[in-house]
C-alpha cells in the first residue's frame, strides 16, 4: 500500500504527518513551518496580524500558501519518499474564512509551478484577510441571528450563535463590506480551501468542520436554507457542497510534480482540527474523550446521540468516523499558560514536573485574551488568593488546576461516563497537566505516541477513505497509547470542592468582566 500524507495547516504553523500503512512502525522525520519565525516577514507572530482591537483576529491567507509551499519544499530536502505518497489529506483550524472572486477556479486550474501559490492566488482573495477562530468581534450579527432563530439555531446546527462560527463572520463582512461580498464567488474554510489548493478546483466543505459554521443543518446534513439567506444575500450560492468526510475532492494538481508528488492520487477532503484530532487520537468509541491542549484548549467526545449544552458553550460536529462528536473550546489555553511562565519566570520545566497535590486550593480565572468559555469579550485576570503572596510555581499550578477545572465545569452537560481521557497538543507534554487531567476527572489519561493527533487523523482518513481500511483496524496500529496516568483516588473531594469555589469565580466574574 503507497504512503499516506496528512497536512495540519493550524493557527501557528504548519506541520506534515506521513505514515506507511502497510508499517505502522515506520517513522519519518517530522517537518513543520512555524509562521512567527520561518515566515516572520508576515508579521504574525502568534499566527494573526495584531490588531489594536482585541477581538479582531485575522490572518493573511497567502501567509498559508506560503507555508504550504516551504512545507513540501522541506519534506523534499529532508529526503522523505514523497514519490512513494499515494493519498493526501489534511486538517484545517476551524471556522476561519476566506472569500475568493471567480477567479479562484481559473487560477487553480492553470497553477505555474514556476512560481509560488501565493503569488498566484492572492489575486482570487475578495476578503484580503481571513477572520479566524480567535476573532470575537460579531456580537451584534450573533445577536441578530438568536433574535431571527431563537433555539431553532442551536437545535439544528448543534450551536447557539457563536462569535468565532463563520455565519456570523460572513454576515459581518456582507454588511461591512457588501461591495467585496458580492464579488465573492465563493467561501471556503480554512479546510477547504488549502484542498482546493492541492485539488486544483474548489473542493467541498465536510460535515466535521461544516458544523462549525453555525449554517449546516445536522438533521438533514445540507446547507440550511432559512439561515442561509437570513445571514447574507445569495449566500447558499457562494457555499461549497458539504459532504462526507470520506469523500475524495479530486486528483492533486500537477503543480506539486515540483516536489516529486504524482499528480493525480486521490485527495480526500479536508476537515477541521479538532474532527481530525477525535480520529488521530483513536478515540471514536463512547466512553473516551479528549483532552488537546493547543493554542485554544479544547474537550471533545464522540456522541452516541445527538444532544446540545443548554448554556450554549459547547458544540456538536461531524464525527468523521461516522455520527457526531462534541467539542468545547477555551481560547485562554497554551496562551496563557506562557503568559503565566513568563510573568513568573519560570522554565518550562516548572510545568513539566509532577508536584506533590497542595493543601491550598487556590483558583484563577485566566482571561488574558477574550474567552470563549465562558464568553468574556473583555480580557481580564481574576484570583482567589494574592498573586503577589504567592511563588511562580503556586501560580502554575492555580492556573493549570482552574483550566481543567473550567473543563469539568463546561463538559458536565454532555453527561459522560469517562472510562478514559486521552490527551493531545503541545502541553499535553507537561506530567503536571497530565497528572491534575487524571484527578480533576478522576479518569485515567493515555498519550499516544504522535503528538500531532490533527495531521495523523487527516493521514488515517486518506486511508480509510482511499483503501477502505476500517477506523478501528486504523486505531488498533496507530493510536495504541504509549502511558497511562491513573487518577490518585483520594484527592477526589478536593477537586470537587474546588468545582464549586470555580464555578462560584467565574459566576462572580462574569458581571464584571
Ligand atoms: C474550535 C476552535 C479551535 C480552533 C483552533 O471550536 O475554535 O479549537 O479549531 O484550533
Redesign the pocket.
Known sequence: MALSLGIDV??QGVKAELIDPADPSRRFPGVSVHFGTDLARYGAPEGFRPNPDPLIRQADPAMWLEALDLLFARMRDAGLPLADVGMISGSG???GSVCLSERFEKLLASLNPAQTLADQLVSALSRRYAP???DRSTSRECRELDERFGDRLRRVTGSPAVE?FTGPQIRKFARENPEAYRETAVIHLVSSFCCSVLCGVSAPIDYGDGA?MNLLNLETLSWDPDIAAFTAPRLLEKLPRVVPSDTIAGGLSSYFAKYDLKPGIPVTVWS???PNSLVGTGAAEPGTAVV?L???D?FFAPMRDFRTDPDGYG?VFGNPAGGFMS?I?F?NGSLAREAVRKACGLSYEAFDRETPTPSEERLMLPYFSPE?TPLVLTPGVKYNFDPEKADGSARARALLESQILSMRLHSAWQKLTLRRIRVTGGASRSLLLRRIIADVFQSEVETIAVSNSAGLGAALRAVNAVEGVPFPELFRSFCKPVETIRPDFPTAPRYDRMLVKYRKLEQSAKSLL
Open positions: 493550524s493557527t483550524q476551524q471556522h479566524i477562530w480567535m468565532r462549525g477541521g482540527d479538532n488537546s493547543g493554542t485554544s479544547t458544540h467539542l473550546c481560547t470563549s
